[in-house]
């Protein structure tokens, strides 16, 4: 009994594997557990176990007709007519997959064909881009600058693909046409200190584990030119360059909306970390274009003020009790601990008008990244003093009061301060916001905690706390919601674990999809 192909195009190619019984069951019945049971998967991916190897691959089956071992025969089931198998595309190509019976070299029959159209992933899914943003390195400074047109990127393809995946009427991809959400479409938004290959990571993660909710819509990817680490570099060189750059992709891609909107039923967007600057900037561009509202908006795990959607959040009890960097001397920072804020605070409401139904903020109390020690010491270390184009920063009005008095940088003077004059930054309005990204970036200190820490925001539907509402309460890993790797668990674990996050975005809590 062998596997072959059947009039094949191109090189399909399959690695087998023995699928594994459901954890706590000895007779395997053929079922998904291994995608949704952690135990299950953990016998799936294991290479030895007392039930047997089941991470390895037994072989693959390409253009060679490939002989079923005799030990496969033997495997439990709930049906000594069955035999289950996993399998994994391993060459792109078309063809028929059958089951072909020999009695010597002589075919004495055949099963019926299963047709397979085997392609890498990112031929499955869009990925537009306006850049990938270069590496940094400690003390180099410097984000990527967004592309004025966003495009679908060429980056990164499979061996003999030479173009870009877009969907077209005779290439849905993965979407199924009759399916109530056949013809709605899913953005999806990474963040900061992401590698050119991890924005593909966790998109791609993103695609599957919607899919396997039973997700059968469109669904993209938009790349912005967010920098990242080459070396473990200190924040002030760097988040702050990211998010001068995250709001400067907010023009390119209002385009890109307005272009998805127009072609699809419904348009969804899920934002993670720094992304939400760049979709919370995007809406708020086309509700002043007039633009027409798309269907839901998740902001997970939020780098934004919140005070941008809501100025009656409280202000961070100890914002402003920390270490400030003033100066350098030598090139070494100089700190001092400040009593209050030194800028005036231009965040309020600043992205509560967007071409959006319905906004959800999925949030976590206790975020590494958003927390006391990462994201709210680099807002409250603002004005920056050896960061951005302009450096240094710094403000000359009152801070109770929203000036024009924002600096950046002081005209080349061979006298030392205060003979040094500034050079103004001005914030313009919200349409024409002249220096006002870099002036947010670089300069402004705002007032409170992070969106993606916060419950209860005005302006959204509702709020999903991750630790209750997905995760559990418990970690189950044995440590704290407030260490780094949860700032993206929905991405970096298994979706046994993780399940619960995607069933909920896809639910009522989030885009309420049929």
Known sequence: MQLEWRNPTLNPAINLYKAAPQSGVFTNTGSTDYLTDANTAGIQSSTFTLLG??????????????????????????????????????????????????????????SDAVDMDLRNIKELYERWTVGDGPPLSLGSGGGGTPSPV??????????????????????????????????????????YNMQPWEKDAFAETALKRLYWQGYKGKFGAFQ???????????????????????????????????????????????????????????????????????????????????????????????????WREVG???G????????????????????????????????????????????????????????????????TGDTNIVQDLFFGGFHPNPTPPPDTLP?????????????RYEIMAFAAEPRCRALGTTANTDGFASSVNLQSDCWGNSDPFGHSYSDHCWHSAQFRFTNADQ?????TLLGPSGFNLP
């Open 499 to 503: 399940q619960n996050y995607w069933k």
């Open 53 to 110: 190897s089941y991470g390895t691959a037994l072989g693959i089956i390409n253009q060679w007709p490939w002989p079923l071992p005799q030990n496969t025969f033997a495997l439990p089931t709930d049906d000594p007519k069955n035999m289950y198998f996993l399998f994994e595309g391993a060459g792109r190509g078309q063809g028929q997959l059958v089951v072909r019976v020999y009695q010597n070299s002589t075919k004495i029959a055949e």
């Open 423 to 435: 050079s103004y930054l001005h914030l313009g309005d919200a349409g024409n916001v002249l220096d």
């Open 328 to 330: 350098t001397v030598l």
């Open 150 to 191: 966003a495009t679908i990127s060429r980056d990164r393809l499979p061996s003999g693909v030479t173009a870009g995946w877009q969907y077209s009427s005779n290439d849905p991809g993965l979407s199924v046409t009759n399916d109530p959400n056949g013809n709605a479409y899913i953005l999806f938004v990474h963040g």
């Open 332 to 395: 070494v920072p100089i700190y001092k601990d400040p009593d209050g804020p030194t800028t005036a605070n231009i965040y309020p409401n600043w992205l509560t008008t967007q071409a959006v139904a319905t906004r959800i903020n999925f949030f976590n109390v206790n975020d590494w990244a958003l927390a006391r020690a990462v994201w709210e010491t680099d807002e409250a270390l603002k004005p920056d003093t050896s960061v951005g184009p302009h450096s240094q920063y710094g403000y």
């Open 224 to 322: 912005w030119p967010a920098n990242y680490h080459t070396i473990s570099a200190n924040a002030a060189w760097d988040y702050d360059w990211c998010e001068w750059t995250a709001w400067q992709s907010a023009v390119p891609m209002q385009q890109k909306f307005s272009d998805l909107y127009n072609v699809y039923t419904n348009v969804y967007v899920l934002a993670h970390s720094h992304g939400n600057v760049v979709v919370g900037e995007v809406l708020r561009l086309a509700a002043q274009a007039g633009s027409a509202n798309i269907a839901a908006y998740v902001s997970s795990q939020a780098a934004v003020p919140v005070h941008c959607y809501d100025p009656s959040q409280p202000r961070s009890a100890g914002f402003f009790g920390t």
